[in-house]
């Protein structure tokens, strides 16, 4: 069984269909989305509704949220491109029913999907859909002992837009440290699988992972996509900050 998981793809359609398109050539079964499909990117219902047309389990993201009810501690940045996105969702395309089932959809999202040993969240396994685990956090022992305490085996989870393995022994490992490959090893272990549409880590290439448990192994993957694109759609949407643009071409 191989799945593929993809988190924080932030409305950025052309990551997204780059992300789908790599996922199609790696034969993976099914596909898990970790949350954040909207907010930020300038495409937030075509990526919905290809979250819902090939994901088998979406989590609920914090900005999938702030579309439903009124965000706390958003930037001004952030809030604007909330209200945006919550117009787009409201005036289509596609008629009332499908607009309704996009609503329902969202309002229904799972905050956490346990399977066996494998958790699956947004944030953190504390707080699934808001606290952020950051690579420096492996320096607060209390922290981690608190996270790891709520970690069944292994623990899947996205919103940093960071990617990497927290070990049980307190390092964190990123993708290029491991060669895109790390093998399960049976002590606890949390993974943050990246970001399709924003990625944060100096790497602008679209960032998902696919679990392959058979093998014991998770590949992250990082896919080139034309965020040139993505950056003038931004840039041509007054109530998109330019910044949101500015930083796919940086990966920051
Ligand atoms: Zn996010």
Redesign the pocket.
Known sequence: MRRALI??I?GNLEALQAVLDDIRRNDVTDIFCL??II??GPNPVECLDEVMRRCSRTIL???DQAALIDPDGFNPVALQAVYWTRDCLESGPGGSALINRRWDFLGELPKSYLEGDFLFV?GSPRDATNEYVFPEDVYNARKMDALFDRVPLYCFQ????IPGVFTFSRDFVSPEECGYEYRLTGEKTMFNVG?V??PRDNDPRACYVILDKAAGVVHYRRVEYPYDRTAEKIYAIPSLDNMLGDRLRTGR
């Open positions: 988190s924080d932030h949350g954040d907010g930020y993201g914090n900005h947004h996205g919103h940093t837009h970001s549409g924003q």
